[in-house]
Nanobody
Framework: QVQLVESGGGLVQAGGSLRLSCAAS????????MGWFRQTPGKEREFVST????????SYADSVKGRFTISRDSAKNTVYLQMNSLKPEDTDIYYC?????????????????????WGQGTQVTVSS
């Protein structure tokens, strides 16, 4: 079993920045990729960003390109999301997910079903 623990959420004014962290722990696990999604209660969880553990290839949702940066620390099994120029519409619960292994040629890292484990979520609130 793998545990994911997010941190770094909070309240910030529009235009401000936050840095989210997500640390993975457990017995004998592998990481193919980790990613960030966000969700408003009652709505579907939506893709924000993902990073491949080997090679570091990244992908972003159009809504956050140029403002958010995903990175990883392989030694710490931790993924980060640096969020700059935050907007009120970025307000959501942010979840990190972990993909254990490559899922084949159709893998994109942007689909909820591609992830094997999820964290508990961290609230990000951006005031106008």
């Amino acid at each position: 079993q793998v545990q994911l623990v997010e941190s770094g959420g909070g309240l910030v004014q529009a235009g401000g920045s936050l840095r989210l962290s997500c640390a993975a722990s457990g017995r004998s696990f592998s990481i193919y990729a980790m990613g960030w999604f966000r969700q408003t209660p009652g709505k579907e969880r939506e893709f924000v960003s993902t990073i491949n553990w080997i090679g570091g290839r990244t992908s972003y949702a159009d809504s956050v390109k140029g403002r958010f940066t995903i990175s990883r620390d392989s030694a710490k099994n931790t993924v980060y999301l640096q969020m700059n120029s935050l907007k009120p519409e970025d307000t959501d619960i942010y979840y990190c997910g972990l993909v254990k292994a490559y899922r084949g040629s159709t893998y994109s890292g942007t689909g909820i079903d591609e992830y094997d484990y999820w964290g508990q979520g961290t609230q990000v609130t951006v005031s106008s």
